[in-house]
Nanobody, 126 residues
Framework: QVQLVESGGGSVQAGGSLRLSCAASGPTIRSYSMGWFRQAPGKEREFVAAISWNGGSTYYADSVKGRFTISRDNAKNTVYLQMNSLKPEDTAVYYC???????????????????WGQGTQVTVSS
């Protein structure tokens, strides 16, 4: 089974940028569609972005559309989340997840993902 490790989190001021990475080991991530989710303290986990196995389809939460970009490099077995114009409300633990290799709006549902990373903290100060 695939194992996922997130990195790139940290603290940044509002308006700043961060780039999260999700490195996979085990089976190639070419076999999976990938998603990013986040969970803030006291809140439920929420969908952030997803990308189909070949990068042909991407999906975003309305709250991050136009500010975040998900991408993947299957040769490097890595998925990225470029986060620009960060806001304090983006503060959360960000998780990478893997699921079956098809596109569709179902990628917004955390329950559809079988594999999860341990998360990386993103803190945005005002």
């Amino acid at each position: 089974q695939v194992q996922l490790v997130e990195s790139g989190g940290g603290s940044v001021q509002a308006g700043g940028s961060l780039r999260l990475s999700c490195a996979a080991s085990g089976p190639t991530i070419r076999s999976y569609s990938m998603g990013w989710f986040r969970q803030a303290p006291g809140k439920e986990r929420e969908f952030v972005a997803a990308i189909s196995w070949n990068g042909g389809s991407t999906y975003y939460a309305d709250s991050v559309k136009g500010r975040f970009t998900i991408s993947r490099d299957n040769a490097k077995n890595t998925v990225y989340l470029q986060m620009n114009s960060l806001k304090p409300e983006d503060t959360a633990v960000y998780y990478c997840a893997a699921t079956r290799p098809y596109g569709g709006t179902w990628l917004r549902e955390g329950g559809e993902y079988a594999y999860w990373g341990q998360g990386t903290q993103v803190t945005v100060s005002s």
